[in-house]
Protein backbone atom coordinates (compact mmCIF):
# COMPACT_ATOMS: atom_id res chain seq x y z
CA UNK A 1 0.00 0.00 0.00
CA UNK A 2 1.09 3.74 -0.70
CA UNK A 3 -0.30 6.21 1.88
CA UNK A 4 1.10 9.56 0.99
CA UNK A 5 1.47 12.48 3.78
CA UNK A 6 2.44 16.01 2.77
CA UNK A 7 3.85 18.34 5.56
CA UNK A 8 5.40 21.48 6.37
CA UNK A 9 3.02 24.07 4.41
CA UNK A 10 2.62 27.27 6.53
CA UNK A 11 2.09 31.09 6.28
CA UNK A 12 5.28 32.92 5.19
CA UNK A 13 6.44 36.59 3.75
CA UNK A 14 7.29 37.15 -0.14
CA UNK A 15 10.74 35.85 -0.12
CA UNK A 16 11.08 33.52 2.84
CA UNK A 17 11.35 29.37 2.50
CA UNK A 18 9.33 26.51 3.02
CA UNK A 19 10.26 22.76 2.96
CA UNK A 20 7.77 20.45 2.26
CA UNK A 21 8.29 16.87 3.14
CA UNK A 22 6.30 13.65 1.39
CA UNK A 23 6.57 10.74 3.16
CA UNK A 24 5.22 6.98 2.48
CA UNK A 25 5.35 4.31 4.96
CA UNK A 26 4.84 2.00 2.25
CA UNK A 27 7.04 -0.61 0.93
CA UNK A 28 7.04 0.28 -2.80
CA UNK A 29 8.55 3.78 -2.08
CA UNK A 30 11.65 3.13 -3.60
CA UNK A 31 9.51 2.56 -7.35
CA UNK A 32 7.66 5.61 -7.15
CA UNK A 33 8.49 8.41 -9.15
CA UNK A 34 6.89 11.30 -7.09
CA UNK A 35 5.38 14.66 -8.15
CA UNK A 36 4.37 18.09 -6.41
CA UNK A 37 1.53 19.58 -7.60
CA UNK A 38 -0.44 22.64 -6.54
CA UNK A 39 -4.01 24.14 -6.83
CA UNK A 40 -5.06 27.47 -6.19
CA UNK A 41 -8.91 28.16 -5.19
CA UNK A 42 -10.62 28.67 -8.74
CA UNK A 43 -7.37 27.27 -10.63
CA UNK A 44 -7.07 23.66 -12.20
CA UNK A 45 -4.26 21.41 -10.64
CA UNK A 46 -1.09 22.47 -12.06
CA UNK A 47 2.32 20.57 -11.91
CA UNK A 48 5.16 22.31 -9.71
CA UNK A 49 8.07 19.09 -10.08
CA UNK A 50 8.80 15.56 -9.57
CA UNK A 51 11.68 13.16 -8.73
CA UNK A 52 12.11 10.00 -10.58
CA UNK A 53 13.41 7.06 -9.03
CA UNK A 54 17.02 7.23 -10.07
CA UNK A 55 16.66 11.20 -8.87
CA UNK A 56 16.31 13.05 -12.00
CA UNK A 57 14.56 15.47 -11.91
CA UNK A 58 11.38 17.81 -14.00
CA UNK A 59 10.47 21.35 -12.99
CA UNK A 60 7.76 23.70 -14.20
CA UNK A 61 9.14 26.71 -15.58
CA UNK A 62 7.60 29.03 -13.12
CA UNK A 63 9.58 27.32 -10.02
CA UNK A 64 13.09 27.10 -12.12
CA UNK A 65 15.56 28.05 -10.06
CA UNK A 66 13.71 29.07 -7.13
CA UNK A 67 12.26 25.03 -6.05
CA UNK A 68 14.66 21.94 -5.55
CA UNK A 69 13.06 18.71 -5.37
CA UNK A 70 14.99 16.03 -3.45
CA UNK A 71 14.66 12.23 -1.42
CA UNK A 72 15.82 9.87 0.49
CA UNK A 73 14.80 6.49 -0.06
CA UNK A 74 16.08 5.54 3.35
CA UNK A 75 13.58 7.53 4.59
CA UNK A 76 10.84 6.98 2.38
CA UNK A 77 10.48 10.99 1.84
CA UNK A 78 10.64 12.92 -1.00
CA UNK A 79 11.27 17.00 -0.21
CA UNK A 80 10.21 20.34 -1.91
CA UNK A 81 12.79 22.87 -1.06
CA UNK A 82 10.55 26.44 -2.15
CA UNK A 83 13.24 29.72 -1.76
CA UNK A 84 12.26 33.47 -3.21
CA UNK A 85 8.45 32.27 -2.79
CA UNK A 86 5.69 34.73 -3.88
CA UNK A 87 2.13 35.28 -3.69
CA UNK A 88 1.45 33.49 -6.87
CA UNK A 89 3.12 30.50 -5.04
CA UNK A 90 0.14 30.28 -2.48
CA UNK A 91 -1.88 27.18 -3.00
CA UNK A 92 -2.47 23.79 -1.54
CA UNK A 93 0.48 21.57 -2.44
CA UNK A 94 -0.02 18.23 -2.75
CA UNK A 95 2.36 15.08 -3.36
CA UNK A 96 1.39 12.48 -5.79
CA UNK A 97 3.11 8.58 -6.70
CA UNK A 98 3.39 6.92 -9.91
CA UNK A 99 4.92 3.91 -10.12
CA UNK A 100 6.03 3.80 -14.28
CA UNK A 101 9.83 3.55 -15.80
CA UNK A 102 10.88 5.64 -18.17
CA UNK A 103 8.03 8.32 -18.65
CA UNK A 104 8.73 11.70 -20.42
CA UNK A 105 9.03 15.05 -18.37
CA UNK A 106 5.38 15.74 -19.95
CA UNK A 107 3.95 12.65 -18.84
CA UNK A 108 4.87 13.62 -15.30
CA UNK A 109 2.94 16.65 -15.28
CA UNK A 110 -0.19 15.43 -15.77
CA UNK A 111 -1.93 14.84 -13.03
CA UNK A 112 -3.76 11.90 -14.51
CA UNK A 113 -0.69 9.52 -14.27
CA UNK A 114 -0.31 9.45 -10.74
CA UNK A 115 -2.26 6.41 -8.96
CA UNK A 116 -1.46 7.56 -5.60
CA UNK A 117 -1.81 11.67 -3.68
CA UNK A 118 -1.61 12.88 -0.50
CA UNK A 119 -4.78 14.88 1.57
CA UNK A 120 -2.58 18.03 0.70
CA UNK A 121 -0.35 20.85 2.68
CA UNK A 122 -1.76 24.83 2.70
CA UNK A 123 0.86 27.35 1.26
CA UNK A 124 0.02 31.05 1.77
CA UNK A 125 2.53 33.22 0.88
CA UNK A 126 1.57 37.18 1.68
CA UNK A 127 2.72 40.13 -0.06
Known amino acids: QVQLTESGGGLVQAGDSLRLSCADSGPIFDYLTVGWFRQAPGHEREFVGAIRRDGSTSSTD ?66
Not at 69 to 92: F, G
Not at 111 to 127: E, I, K, L, R
Open 62 to 127: AVKGRFTISRDNAKNTVWLQMNSLKPEDSAIYYCAGLREFGVSDYSLSQPSMYSYWGQGTQVTVSS
